[in-house]
């Protein structure tokens, strides 16, 4: 259980949440909704123990399992089998099984293999208690449901694709997570930021299901309005604009419903009452013309005044940052080239022999299942990392922009406005300042780390640093994950008006159509092919 008692929440000096008092039980399944800004990060950070508030309490007990929104793992070396099997503690009991099962076979000495064998079967007990290779089998399934095969568990975490580490990680809270075994803890507060992120639609119905069936807590944080419908059955709305959480003991469409409902009602109220106090104010102004009945005027004028505040406050509607990609700055014929490209992580090849040309205003979008390499290729093209074999090519005139997925073009110890100053360095102050607000950071917003802004936050940030650029070929990663739904408008409308040209990789099907591509590469075997709208339906399987 985690009880929240009267926390207040900051960023700088913006109060993000102010006197809010909930809690967390088993069975609670809570969409944390709200713009991207409002404090939906910061929130789930603090409920996980990862961030203190800035006052009040927050009390937890029992087992919690967090998923932020870029996990940072620690030993890259490991395989992603025992990062996943870490969660109960298998991954060391194999290993030292393992060494124990050694030393049986090495020893010849009697005493000394007697201890080997001792030592072996204390190991057992342990395995066994925490469910054993039962246990290792349903690790085995919630990755493959992940989407990470066997071949991936194998490999080191540093041979993996962002993505690729972000489901391991999910993987290993679920697995700690799950019922199967005598290791389980069903009774698991699950705090999950953007769980279906670099997840292809079969995962994403399978993470549903489990969701769904899980008896302990949960708070999601989600765009994914499929998964709050499927699986919530509270909303916590945090109001950016007023710093208070609004607690809705519903489900996702009876939320929307009362939702509706209420903005109705408020803003009928407001007009009948801005009504009335019209009329009592007119009145009143007549009746000041003649001194015998100034008092009465002054009368009416404060109930028309008391009308006004008696009334709820009305939603002020959301900002919404105004995304226009550069005008391309002028080029030649085929500003990108790449030959032949390959890359191998150890013995395992991603893909070998892709061939691009990048003509000026092409549109281009990269297909290919989970860990086919389509990341990878974007950050050869980006030059990024190098290809093993192959060359990239730039040609006259070409300006890069490269968005990535994970935000690795961003600076997380600089300020916001050192990172759009190192994205810009000729441009002028104001006209920065003026960028920046357009895409929503605005006074002291300025001066935070951009290691500490929200998953959206750091999307507009990265994009702000695009439209400073004057690209004119656009590397796009996963531009519309982590927005909300305005914000995701914003950067589809600006792919539908952007003159250069574009490589895109996407699993939101709005972003493909917005593009309007004209060819498609198939990874991992970098075949190229005319786009159809047959190759729609691949788009979220990919």
């Known amino acids: 259980?985690?009880?929240?008692?009267?926390?207040?929440?900051?960023?700088?000096?913006?109060?993000?949440?102010?006197?809010?008092?909930?809690?967390?039980?088993?069975?609670?399944?809570?969409?944390?909704?709200?713009?991207?800004?409002?404090?939906?990060?910061?929130?789930?950070?603090?409920?996980?123990?990862?961030?203190?508030?800035?006052?009040?309490?927050?009390?937890?007990?029992?087992?919690?399992?967090?998923l932020p929104q870029d996990p940072r793992e620690g030993d890259l070396s490991v395989t992603a089998k025992d990062r996943v099997l870490s969660a109960r503690g298998l991954d060391e009991l194999l290993r030292e099984m393992e060494k124990a099962q050694t030393a049986m076979a090495e020893h010849a000495a009697e005493a000394q293999r007697d201890s080997a064998v001792r030592r072996y079967g204390r190991l057992e007990e342990r395995f066994a208690a925490l469910g054993g290779y039962a246990a290792e089998s349903e690790a085995a399934r919630i990755c493959s449901n992940l989407g990470l095969p066997d071949r991936v568990l194998a490999q080191p975490l540093r041979t993996l694709s962002g993505g690729q580490r972000r489901r391991v990680e999910l993987a290993r809270i679920l697995f700690a997570a799950s019922d199967a075994g005598a290791g389980g803890s069903a009774g698991t507060i699950l705090l999950l930021d953007e769980p279906t992120n670099h997840l292809d639609a079969d995962s994403i119905n399978w993470l549903r299901g489990f969701l769904k069936g899980h008896s302990g807590g949960l708070v999601v944080i989600s765009h994914d309005v499929e998964l709050l419908a499927d699986v919530v059955n509270k909303v916590w709305f945090l109001d950016a604009t007023r710093g208070e959480v609004d607690l809705y003991n519903m489900t996702w469409q009876r939320y929307l419903d009362a939702r509706a409902t209420d903005e109705k009602r408020r803003r009928r109220e407001r007009a009948n009452a801005e009504k009335k106090a019209g009329a009592l104010m007119a009145q009143a102004d007549k009746m000041r013309a003649k001194a015998t009945?100034?008092?009465?005027?002054?009368?009416?004028?404060?109930?028309?005044?008391?009308?006004?505040?008696?009334?709820?406050?009305?939603?002020?509607?959301?900002?919404?940052?105004?995304?226009?990609?550069?005008?391309?700055?002028?080029?030649?014929?085929?500003?990108?080239?790449?030959?032949?490209?390959?890359?191998?992580?150890?013995?395992?090849?991603?893909?070998?022999?892709?061939?691009?040309?990048?003509?000026?205003?092409?549109?281009?979008?990269?297909?290919?299942?989970?860990?086919?390499?389509?990341?990878?290729?974007?950050?050869?093209?980006?030059?990024?990392?190098?290809?093993?074999?192959?060359?990239?090519?730039?040609?006259?005139?070409?300006?890069?922009?490269?968005?990535?997925?994970?935000?690795?073009?961003?600076?997380?110890?600089?300020?916001?406005?050192?990172?759009?100053?190192?994205?810009?360095?000729?441009?002028?102050?104001?006209?920065?300042?003026?960028?920046?607000?357009?895409?929503?950071?605005?006074?002291?917003?300025?001066?935070?780390?951009?290691?500490?802004?929200?998953?959206?936050?750091?999307?507009r940030l990265a994009l702000a640093g695009l439209v400073s650029s004057r690209a004119n070929v656009l590397l796009l990663d996963e531009p519309t994950n982590n927005l909300d739904p305005a914000s995701r408008e914003q950067v589809l409308d600006a792919l539908r008006r952007y003159e250069g040209a574009v490589v895109l990789v996407t699993h939101d099907p709005g972003a493909v159509e917005a593009l309007e591509p004209e060819r498609v590469i198939l990874l991992p075997d970098g075949t190229e092919d005319h786009w159809s709208p047959d190759y729609l339906e691949l788009v979220q399987l990919a």
């Not at 929440?9 to 609670?28: K, M, V």
């Not at 709200?34 to 007990?61: C, D, I, M, Q, W």
Request: aromatic share 4%; hydrophobic share 35%.
């Open 1 to 66: 259980m985690i009880t929240a008692t009267d926390i207040e929440l900051r960023a700088g000096s913006r109060i993000l949440l102010s006197g809010a008092t909930f809690r967390i039980q088993p069975g609670d399944r809570i969409g944390l909704v709200g713009r991207n800004g409002a404090g939906k990060t910061t929130t789930l950070r603090v409920l996980a123990g990862e961030g203190e508030p800035y006052g009040g309490e927050v009390r937890r007990s029992g087992e919690l399992g967090y």
């Open 293 to 459: 009945k100034a008092v009465a005027a002054q009368n009416m004028a404060r109930r028309a005044e008391k009308l006004l505040a008696g009334l709820d406050d009305a939603r002020q509607a959301d900002k919404v940052a105004k995304i226009r990609f550069p005008e391309p700055a002028p080029c030649g014929r085929t500003p990108l080239t790449a030959s032949d490209l390959s890359k191998s992580y150890g013995s395992l090849e991603v893909f070998a022999g892709v061939d691009l040309a990048i003509d000026r205003g092409s549109r281009v979008v990269v297909l290919g299942l989970n860990g086919a390499g389509k990341t990878t290729l974007l950050r050869l093209l980006g030059s990024m990392e190098p290809a093993d074999s192959g060359q990239v090519e730039p040609g006259h005139g070409l300006r890069l922009g490269y968005y990535a997925q994970e935000h690795e073009t961003l600076d997380h110890e600089a300020s916001v406005w050192d990172n759009i100053r190192h994205a810009a360095p000729d441009a002028a102050e104001q006209q920065l300042r003026t960028l920046l607000g357009a895409f929503l950071f605005t006074g002291e917003q300025l001066d935070q780390p951009a290691g500490t802004l929200s998953g959206g936050e750091k999307t």
